[in-house]
T-cell receptor, first 109, second 112 residues
Framework: DAKTTQPNSMESNEEEPVHLPCNHSTISGTDYIHWYRQLPSQGPEYVIHGLTSNVNNRMASLAIAEDRKSSTLILHRATLRDAAVYYCIPSEDTGKLIFGQGTTLQVKP | GAVVSQHPSRVICKSGTSVKIECRSLDFQATTMFWYRQFPKKSLMLMATSNEGSKATYEQGVEKDKFLINHASLTLSTLTVTSAHPEDSSFYIC????????FGQGTRLTVV
């Protein structure tokens, strides 16, 4: 399983963009980069995933480095509801997900 | 999107008793489901992979006789915590994947 490194915590102001970095230098060639987030006392929820190209969906954008050793989750306009723990997880298309420590995002009004 | 439902959301039990937690995939079939536990302020720890029609695969250090997993159908997996002790108190979460993973809402187990 690829090891990931994420900042323990980050802060953002409401309505501003947030860039959450993740290093995954030991990622294998077949692993996708998945991002999940977990709100307090809830199960995690899917945010976005990608393989090589940058990806956009209604929740966020994912920027993947050309060498795939790092990625950045971008929330374009943070809201208070985006306050959560964000996990970056390299994983094959199916199979188990191994969670690291994640980044706790605080959003200030 | 796909939904995974977990029941109960909260349970309190006495030491020495057993507790069963159910995990259902509501609108898709899941031959594989995953069980996690999470302690306060900590990340999710994978306990086991539940396989429909066969034995579960447990992660290293997880007692298979204590955490019994049954995956009897393509939409239901159960986790039974046997002879529960206060140290088993935790947040238990199940998930199933199509491509992305869908998680249940979690079960808060308190053993008194």
């Amino acid at each position: 399983d690829a090891k990931t490194t994420q900042p323990n915590s980050m802060e953002s102001n409401e309505e501003e963009p947030v860039h959450l970095p993740c290093n995954h230098s030991t990622i294998s060639g077949t692993d996708y980069i998945h991002w999940y987030r977990q709100l307090p006392s809830q199960g995690p929820e899917y945010v976005i995933h990608g393989l090589t190209s940058n990806v956009n969906n209604r929740m966020a954008s994912l920027a993947i480095a050309e060498d795939r050793k790092s990625s950045t989750l971008i929330l374009h306009r943070a809201t208070l509801r985006d306050a959560a723990v964000y996990y970056c997880i390299p994983s094959e298309d199916t199979g188990k997900l191994i969670f690291g420590q994640g980044t706790t995002l605080q959003v200030k009004p | 999107g796909a939904v995974v439902s977990q029941h109960p959301s909260r349970v309190i039990c006495k030491s020495g008793t057993s507790v069963k937690i159910e995990c259902r995939s509501l609108d898709f079939q899941a031959t594989t489901m995953f069980w996690y536990r999470q302690f306060p302020k900590k990340s999710l720890m994978l306990m086991a992979t539940s396989n429909e029609g066969s034995k579960a695969t447990y992660e290293q250090g997880v007692e298979k006789d204590k955490f019994l997993i049954n995956h009897a159908s393509l939409t239901l997996s159960t986790l039974t915590v046997t002879s529960a002790h206060p140290e088993d108190s935790s947040f238990y979460i199940c998930s199933a994947r199509i491509r992305e993973a869908f998680f249940g809402q979690g079960t808060r187990l308190t053993v008194v």
